[in-house]
Structures are given as C-alpha cells and as structure tokens.
C-alpha cells in the first residue's frame, strides 16, 4: 500500500466536507433569517454530519502518519433562494457520491481495504443526503414555496415545539 495515496485522498475528502459545511452553514443561517425554520434546521443538521465526516477522514489520515489539511475545497457560494440552495447542494452531494465511488476504488487498486471501506460509507451517506435534499426539492417543485413557509408555523424553537417559559 502506497500511504501517501491514501493520505491524498483522504486529505481531498477533507477539503470537500469542509466545503460542504461551511455551504450548508450559510444556507442555515440566511434560510433561518428567512423564515424557513425547517429547511434551515435540515441544512444545520447536515452540515454537522459533515462535520462528523471530516473526523473520520482526520482519524484515519493520523492513522496512516499523515497531516490532515484543514483547507476548505472552495468558496462558499452566496445563493439566498430556497430552490436555488436545494439545487446546489443536490450537486454537491451527486459530485461527492461520484468523487467517492472513485477513491474507494483507488484504495482497492492500492491495498488499502480499510480507507477503501471509509470511502464506501461516505458514498451511503450522501447518496442519504441527496435524497433529503431532493425531497424538499419536489415538494417545492409541487407545492410552491408555500410549502416551506406553511412548515415553518410554530416552528420558532429549534425542535418546532413550543417556547420555553
């Protein structure tokens, strides 16, 4: 097994979850501002299973005796419409899916079975994404963006429960 392959590959996952999250944070923080308390809530909670992501590829990175490269795959895009943030980020997660199916096999190719397997879980968790994120999209697509702000009635805690006293 080439170490250093793995590493580099490893290390561009990292940069493309980092990417992820930082875009998923934004569109939370401008859909909340919004009114869009659950599409906000979905991002929110996407982006920190990205983040849980990005300590998975670190750990095994440290694992192999590499250096995890806390570098940011892009810039974040400044997208503020509902549908135009579910679009993009559909994209992002097909692209992962695809960028993963690719490094899994790469790892095969190398020996490196357990990096391989990473790369396989990843691919299940996005395909997971894309589909919560598609769902949204086709519920806007059919009902509007009333969908979204009918959602968002008695949403104004984080568990869309009543306010504490």
Known sequence: MD???SIHLLNSAV???LQAVHQYMYFHFHLEDQGFAPLAQLFQRIAIQEMGHIALL???ILFLKGDVEMVA???VEKILEPE???LKV???EEDGVKTYNQAALACAANADAA???LFERLVGDEEGHFNQFEKQHDNIQRFGLNYLALQSFGSGTPEGGPAAA
């Open 3 to 5: 170490k250093a392959k």
């Open 15 to 17: 940069a493309d979850e």
């Open 58 to 60: 670190a750990d095994r």
């Open 73 to 75: 795959a892009g810039p």
């Open 84 to 86: 135009a943030t579910l």
């Open 90 to 92: 559909m994209a992002m």
């Open 115 to 117: 990096t391989k397997q």
